[in-house]
């Protein structure tokens, strides 16, 4: 079963997509997501100069080796733009593999482990009043877990939060960045206020979760999951910077919060230590982002060795192919803890037809073989890519500061 043919399509419905589409000799075709955000031209020109041309020939069936050929034989490991190319590669294989066999990917995985794969969905406000109805209108959407960003008072910029009437995207069509200003002290006397009012309307059913999205300090992040204890969060994503592995020791030393990180790593070298010391509590690297499913599902065995349960990034900037590839990962996987669901926009939904489902706070890839997801080629040309940017984050003197 050798590859004969393989192209990369990059589309816009509302925002940018790369996909690259794998065919064999025999007619079988698979699908893999390649978007980086902000980057996708990167990995669209990587797929199409580099690895494309080493794939005609090779034999399909051989997922593991050619993970490895694409990773260990460039010399040059690593990376983003790199393990997005790997991870759309490996996932259009797995995706051949299952049509192959006549089998959705989760069998291939040894079969599901669950029913279901428990999904949590994002909620925002420009005040405290709007956050709180925002979660409450989610929950009656049928979600059971909620991700809670709220804007602080006086501060115009602050993360995660949605734009009147429209859903959240960071991504910013133009010619430049975005410029935003981020200040600690306001958000750390604010977010318990939060979600201490989210917890009084709400109860405690809802499982509430909050992204701090790498703006503190190590003792800082310490300080804001203690004040957070009162209310029971899932976790508290991205702390701090991940880089400095070291740095979360201090906050699993003073907060009983249980921490996430991890949609900005793209291998388990940059995981190894946070899991094996135990210093989170779920693993948040991607399908696409992470050197596909091979190498995810040896990021999860590693950290279920640890107690280490996995919540995998899947915003909306990853297309329906990941959306797909990540459920399939979920239900199969022993250690699997949430799955993050933003949604897509009808014309993304009509790009990428898919047979996965969501019901009751909880979604399905379904039992069509590979992962169940389409592309219309047609209408993808329709919506031609667009030059954005993810914003780039100052402190109040003008200091460039992680956004």
Same mark, same amino acid.
């Given at each position: 079963?050798?590859?004969a043919?393989?192209?990369?399509?990059?589309c816009s419905p509302?925002?940018?997509?790369?996909?690259?589409?794998?065919?064999?000799?025999?007619?079988l075709?698979?699908?893999?997501?390649?978007?980086l955000?902000?980057?996708?031209?990167?990995?669209?020109s990587?797929?199409?100069?580099?690895?494309?041309?080493?794939?005609?020939?090779?034999?399909?069936?051989?997922?593991?080796?050619?993970?490895?050929y694409?990773?260990?034989?460039?010399?040059?490991?690593?990376?983003?733009?790199?393990m997005t190319?790997?991870?759309?590669?490996? +996932?259009?294989?797995?995706?051949?593999?299952?049509?192959?066999a006549?089998?959705?990917?989760?069998?291939?995985?040894?079969g599901?482990?669950r029913?279901?794969?428990?999904?949590y969905?994002?909620?925002?406000?420009?005040t405290?009043?709007?956050?709180?109805?925002?979660?409450?209108?989610?929950?009656?959407?049928?979600?059971?877990?909620?991700?809670?960003?709220?804007a602080?008072?006086g501060?115009?910029?602050?993360?995660?939060?949605?734009?009147?009437?429209?859903?959240?995207?960071?991504?910013?069509?133009?010619?430049?960045?975005?410029?935003?200003?981020?200040?600690?002290e306001?958000?750390?006397?604010?977010?318990p206020?939060?979600?201490?009012?989210?917890?009084?309307?709400?109860?405690?059913?809802?499982?509430?979760?909050?992204?701090?999205?790498?703006r503190?300090?190590?003792?800082e992040?310490?300080?804001?999951g203690?004040?957070?204890?009162?209310? *029971?969060?899932?976790?508290?994503?991205?702390?701090?910077?991940?880089?400095?592995?070291?740095?979360?020791?201090?906050?699993?030393?003073h907060?009983?919060?249980?921490?996430?990180?991890?949609?900005?790593?793209?291998?388990?070298?940059d995981?190894?230590?946070?899991? =094996?010391? =135990?210093?989170?509590?779920y693993i948040?690297?991607? +399908?696409?982002?992470?050197? /596909?499913?091979?190498?995810?599902?040896?990021?999860a065995?590693?950290?279920?060795?640890?107690?280490?349960?996995?919540?995998?990034?899947?915003?909306s900037?990853?297309?329906?192919v990941?959306?797909?590839?990540?459920?399939?990962?979920?239900?199969?996987?022993?250690?699997?803890?949430? =799955?993050?669901?933003? /949604?897509?926009?009808?014309?993304?939904? =009509?790009?990428?037809p898919h047979?996965?489902t969501?019901?009751?706070?909880?979604?399905?890839?379904?039992?069509?073989?590979?992962?169940?997801?389409?592309?219309?080629?047609?209408?993808?040309?329709?919506?031609?890519?667009?030059?954005?940017?993810l914003?780039v984050?100052?402190?109040?003197?003008?200091?460039? *500061?992680s956004?």
């Amino acid at each position: 079963m050798k590859i004969a043919d393989a192209k990369v399509i990059v589309c816009s419905p509302g925002r940018n997509f790369v996909t690259l589409k794998i065919v064999t000799e025999d007619g079988l075709t698979g699908l893999g997501d390649a978007t980086l955000n902000g980057r996708e031209m990167a990995v669209a020109s990587y797929l199409s100069e580099h690895i494309v041309p080493l794939l005609i020939g090779r034999d399909a069936r051989r997922i593991e080796d050619t993970w490895h050929y694409l990773y260990k034989g460039v010399y040059w490991r690593k990376g983003a733009v790199t393990m997005t190319a790997i991870a759309a590669v490996d +996932v259009a294989l797995w995706d051949i593999a299952g049509k192959a066999a006549n089998k959705p990917v989760y069998q291939l995985f040894g079969g599901a482990s669950r029913e279901e794969v428990l999904v949590y969905s994002h909620a925002s406000g420009a005040t405290i009043d709007h956050t709180v109805t925002a979660v409450a209108d989610r929950a009656k959407a049928g979600y059971r877990a909620i991700r809670a960003q709220c804007a602080v008072p006086g501060h115009a910029h602050s993360y995660g939060v949605s734009k009147a009437g429209r859903a959240y995207e960071p991504a910013e069509r133009g010619a430049m960045p975005a410029e935003t200003t981020w200040s600690t002290e306001p958000y750390l006397q604010f977010a318990p206020m939060l979600f201490d009012r989210l917890r009084r309307e709400l109860g405690s059913e809802i499982q509430l979760l909050h992204d701090v999205h790498h703006r503190l300090r190590p003792i800082e992040a310490a300080r804001l999951g203690k004040s957070l204890e009162p209310y *029971h969060l899932f976790w508290m994503e991205d702390p701090v910077p991940a880089e400095l592995q070291e740095g979360f020791r201090t906050i699993r030393q003073h907060t009983t919060t249980p921490v996430a990180v991890g949609e900005v790593f793209d291998s388990i070298y940059d995981a190894y230590r946070l899991i =094996q010391e =135990q210093l989170i509590d779920y693993i948040r690297a991607s +399908v696409v982002h992470a050197g /596909g499913l091979t190498h995810l599902r040896k990021i999860a065995a590693v950290a279920d060795l640890y107690h280490v349960r996995t919540g995998c990034h899947g915003a909306s900037d990853l297309s329906p192919v990941t959306m797909a590839a990540a459920l399939h990962f979920g239900l199969s996987v022993h250690n699997f803890g949430i =799955q993050e669901h933003m /949604g897509h926009t009808p014309e993304t939904e =009509q790009v990428f037809p898919h047979g996965y489902t969501f019901r009751d706070g909880a979604m399905h890839p379904g039992d069509r073989p590979g992962l169940g997801v389409t592309i219309d080629e047609t209408l993808a040309a329709a919506y031609p890519y667009q030059r954005a940017y993810l914003p780039v984050a100052r402190l109040e003197d003008g200091t460039v *500061h992680s956004w």
